[in-house]
T-cell receptor, first 113, second 113 residues
Framework: KNQVEQSPQSLIILEGKNCTLQ??????????LRWYKQDTGRGPVSLTI?????NTKSNGRYTATLDADTKQSSLHITASQLSDSASYIC????????????FGTGTRLTIIP | DVKVTQSSRYLVKRTGEKVFLECVQD?????MFWYRQDPGLGLRLIYF???????EKGDIPEGYSVSREKKERFSLILESASTNQTSMYLC????????????FGQGTRLTVV
């Protein structure tokens, strides 16, 4: 069964610090990997999307990496801000004629002043 | 600005009621999806649609049905609501294929009492 596992489950850091969130997956055949940010009570919003051939992609203070050989991805947040407090969800897509998405359960990040 | 709009942010329904959750997208996307999100389980796919009047079961379709009479609108129907259907429901849309982003609505928090 295709799975996406994220760690840690939750994380608390001080404002201004950096952090890294992890995602391991077993989805095959792999199409792409996405990171979403979900504020409490809202729908997820896309941060990055990476295909097999990409190993890093940035979106402002967010940098995602992908190692397709080990089936691992990370999301690095630089100089965290209070507004970064949210759940971060790793989503892996398999392509079978149409895309099928498998969602991780997310990492709950809390930034404290 | 792309938009996926769900008709309600919060709903409270009684057990046994028939419940309609509506979703409209303004991006002319072919694909539309309904997910439910529960703590510790991530997003799980209920139903999806790749075209008007077309529907496919996702991972957890039991107790639900859908309707897609127009390209921009995808409805989720709970034929007889039960307490175990209390959840956050998220609608999403995307283009047909490729490394395209899935856009999510703001979510509907449904409580069945």
């Amino acid at each position: 069964k295709n799975q996406v596992e994220q760690s840690p489950q939750s994380l608390i850091i001080l404002e201004g610090k950096n952090c890294t969130l992890q995602c391991n997956y077993t989805v095959s055949p792999f199409s792409n990997l996405r990171w979403y940010k979900q504020d409490t009570g809202r729908g997820p919003v896309s941060l990055t999307i990476m295909t097999f051939s990409e190993n890093t992609k940035s979106n402002g203070r967010y940098t995602a990496t992908l190692d397709a050989d080990t089936k691992q991805s990370s999301l690095h947040i630089t100089a965290s801000q209070l507004s970064d407090s949210a759940s971060y969800i790793c989503v892996v897509s398999e392509y079978f004629g149409n895309e099928k998405l498998t969602f991780g359960t997310g990492t709950r990040l809390t930034i404290i002043p | 600005d792309v938009k996926v709009t769900q008709s309600s942010r919060y709903l409270v329904k009684r057990t046994g009621e028939k419940v309609f959750l509506e979703c409209v997208q303004d991006m002319d996307h072919e694909n539309m999806f309904w997910y439910r999100q529960d703590p510790g389980l991530g997003l799980r796919l209920i139903y999806f649609s790749y075209d008007v009047k077309m529907k496919e079961k996702g991972d957890i379709p039991e107790g639900y049905s859908v309707s897609r009479e127009k390209k921009e609108r995808f409805s989720l129907i709970l034929e007889s609501a039960s307490t175990n259907q209390t959840s956050m429901y998220l609608c999403a849309s995307s283009e047909v294929r490729g490394e395209t982003e899935a856009f999510f609505g703001q979510g509907t928090r449904l409580t069945v009492v």
